[in-house]
Nanobody, 124 residues
């Protein structure tokens, strides 16, 4: 059974940085991709970034492009989201998710596997 666990959230001042981690287990992920999403109170869940577990090209939402960096360590089955120049509007619960490449990278929906999320709060 696929399991994802995020860590690294917390409280940070505006302009600061955080690195989120997503530890995955339960299967071989070489043919899958991983994505980061977030959901702020009263808002829909928002796609942030995606990459294949094996690495390669990345994709980002315009709202985080140039500030956030997604990466993976396939040997550890761990994905990361480096978040820089954080703003108050980045406050949300952050989720990692994994599934076949099309679901994560192209469709960004009908994703089967999600972590429980980690809270990120940016104070202004």
């Amino acid at each position: 059974q696929v399991q994802l666990v995020e860590s690294g959230g917390g409280l940070v001042q505006a302009g600061g940085s955080l690195r989120l981690s997503c530890a995955a287990s339960g299967r071989a992920f070489s043919s899958y991709a991983v994505g980061w999403f977030r959901q702020a109170p009263g808002k829909e869940r928002e796609f942030l970034a995606a990459v294949r577990w094996s690495g390669g090209s990345t994709s980002y939402a315009d709202s985080v492009k140039g500030r956030f960096i997604i990466s993976t360590d396939s040997a550890k089955n761990t994905a990361y989201l480096q978040m820089n120049s954080l703003k108050s509007e980045d406050t949300a619960v952050y989720y990692c998710a994994t599934d076949i490449v099309h679901s994560i990278v192209v469709a960004r929906k009908n994703i089967r596997y999600w972590g429980p999320g980690t809270q990120v709060t940016v104070s202004s």
